[in-house]
C-alpha cells in the first residue's frame, strides 16, 4: 500500500506543479476558454505525465535503451499464476495501480477530444496509449506486458463508464455544456430557437 500511496502523492505534487505552469496560459485564455473547461485540459495533462512517470521515468535507469535483457509477456492473465518476482502484495498493488491511474485517462479522453466522445474511438485512444508505454519500456530494461495493456484498458472502460454516466445525468447543465466546451454550440441553439419563435411570432401577427 505504500506504493500506491507513493503515486498518490507524486500525482498530487505532479498536479500542483502542472497548475503553477498553467496559471499564465490561464490568464491568456480566460476570455476564450471557460474555467471548467481549462480545468479540464489542466488535469488531462496531469492524468498524462502522471502516466508517464509511473510507467516510463520512474523505470528508466542506467540501462536504458541497452539493457542487459529484454522482459515480454505475451500470455494474457498471466499474473494470475505468476508475480513476475514481485511479492504477491507488490503484484496487487501493480494491478490496481494499473488500472486506477488509466481511471481517469478513460473519463478525459472524451471530454477534452470532441472526436473521441464515441466508446470505441475512446478504447482505440487507451488502447494504442497503453501499448506505446510497453513498447517503449521493452527498450528500456522494464518489462512489456500484455497483462498491463489488459488492465489499462480495464481502467481506461471504467474510466468512460463514469464519463458516461455524468453525461447521461448532467448532459442539459451548463457546467457540464461548459466542461465538454459546447457552450457556444448551446448559445447559438438557443438564438436560433429565438429567432425562429420570433418569426413565427410576427407571421401570426
Not at 38 to 59: D, G, H, K, N, R
Not at 88 to 117: E, H, L, T
Not at 187 to 194: A, D, F, H, L, V
Amino acid at each position: 500500500m505504500n506504493d500506491l500511496l507513493g503515486y498518490f502523492i507524486i500525482g498530487g505534487i505532479i498536479i500542483g506543479a502542472l497548475a503553477i505552469l498553467y496559471l499564465p496560459v490561464f490568464f491568456l485564455l480566460r476570455r476564450r476558454v471557460n474555467v471548467i473547461r481549462q480545468l479540464c485540459f489542466l488535469l488531462f495533462a496531469a492524468c498524462s505525465f502522471i502516466v508517464l512517470y509511473a510507467t516510463i521515468i520512474s523505470a528508466w535507469g542506467e540501462e536504458a535503451f541497452h539493457p542487459a535483457q529484454h522482459h515480454l509477456n505475451l500470455i494474457p492473465l498471466r499474473w494470475l499464476n505468476e508475480s513476475g518476482g514481485m511479492s504477491p502484495d507488490k503484484a496487487i498493488v501493480q494491478v490496481y495501480a494499473n488500472i486506477i491511474m488509466f481511471i481517469p485517462c478513460g473519463f478525459f479522453v472524451p471530454s477534452v477530444f470532441s472526436w473521441a466522445r464515441a466508446f470505441g474511438r475512446t478504447v482505440l485512444v487507451i488502447f494504442f496509449w497503453s501499448f506505446c508505454i510497453e513498447f517503449s519500456q521493452y527498450f528500456i530494461g522494464a518489462s512489456a506486458d500484455i497483462d498491463d495493456i489488459i488492465l489499462n484498458l480495464l481502467g481506461g472502460i471504467l474510466g468512460y463508464a463514469v464519463f458516461a454516466f455524468l453525461s447521461l445525468c448532467f448532459q442539459r447543465t451548463s457546467g457540464w455544456e461548459k466542461l465538454l466546451g459546447n457552450e457556444n454550440n448551446r448559445q447559438k441553439k438557443n438564438s436560433i430557437q429565438t429567432m425562429d419563435a420570433k418569426q413565427r411570432s410576427i407571421k401570426w401577427r
